[in-house]
T-cell receptor, first 111, second 113 residues
Framework: KQEVTQIPAALSVPEGENLVLNCSFTDSAIYNLQWFRQDPGKGLTSLLLIQSSQREQTSGRLNASLDKSSGRSTLYIAASQPGDSATYLCAVKTGANNLFFGTGTRLTVIP | ETGVTQTPRHLVMGMTNKKSLKCEQHLGHNAMYWYKQSAKKPLELMFVYSLEERVENNSVPSRFSPECPNSSHLFLHLHTLQPEDSALYLC????????????FGSGTRLTVV
């Protein structure tokens, strides 16, 4: 069964710092990987989707990379802002109906 | 409205009550999902509907009963729940097979007393 791990579980950084969130998965036979943001008590907001044939995707200050063979993805956030404070979740898709989630990294950006 | 809409946002119910959660998507997707999110645990897939047919029931107790009357609407009927069922229930939608990603709603925070 696919297992998804996110490290660190929590991260606190000063405003303006660049940071990297990590996601690893045990089964490299994935269709795609999706990064989400979740604010406390709220739903998930999709940030970036990387197909298995792609190496990276970018949206504004966010850049996600995928190394399928090693079972790793990173989410890079440039010039962090207090509004980036949230929990970040990665999810990998394997098979027709299976989307496996990590437990997330809780990010706090200190003004 | 656009995206995936869930109602109600919050629900408190007794163990003997019957209630329903509603999800509506306005994205033209043809697959819908129910997920459960408990504290400090990964999201758990509960049910999957693809082209209005249930294609997955992930060993969910019978006190949870899904219904998908059409490709835009999904319900989760609840009865005789337990306190451990308290969680955030999230609805999602996608194109069949989810190859273009999933879109989630804002969730229903359920508390069973």
């Amino acid at each position: 069964k696919q297992e998804v791990t996110q490290i660190p579980a929590a991260l606190s950084v000063p405003e303006g710092e660049n940071l990297v969130l990590n996601c690893s998965f045990t089964d490299s036979a994935i269709y795609n990987l999706q990064w989400f943001r979740q604010d406390p008590g709220k739903g998930l907001t999709s940030l970036l989707l990387i197909q298995s044939s792609q190496r990276e995707q970018t949206s504004g200050r966010l850049n996600a990379s995928l190394d399928k063979s090693s079972g790793r993805s990173t989410l890079y956030i440039a010039a962090s802002q207090p509004g980036d404070s949230a929990t970040y979740l990665c999810a990998v898709k394997t098979g027709a109906n299976n989307l496996f989630f990590g437990t997330g990294t809780r990010l706090t950006v200190i003004p | 409205e656009t995206g995936v809409t869930q109602t109600p946002r919050h629900l408190v119910m007794g163990m003997t009550n019957k209630k329903s959660l509603k999800c509506e998507q306005h994205l033209g997707h043809n697959a819908m999902y129910w997920y459960k999110q408990s504290a400090k645990k990964p999201l758990e897939l509960m049910f999957v509907y693809s082209l209005e047919e249930r294609v997955e029931n992930n060993s969910v107790p019978s006190r949870f009963s899904p219904e998908c009357p059409n490709s835009s609407h999904l319900f989760l009927h609840l009865h005789t729940l337990q306190p451990e069922d308290s969680a955030l229930y999230l609805c999602a939608s996608s194109q069949v097979d989810g190859l273009y990603g999933y879109t989630f709603g804002s969730g229903t925070r359920l508390t069973v007393v």
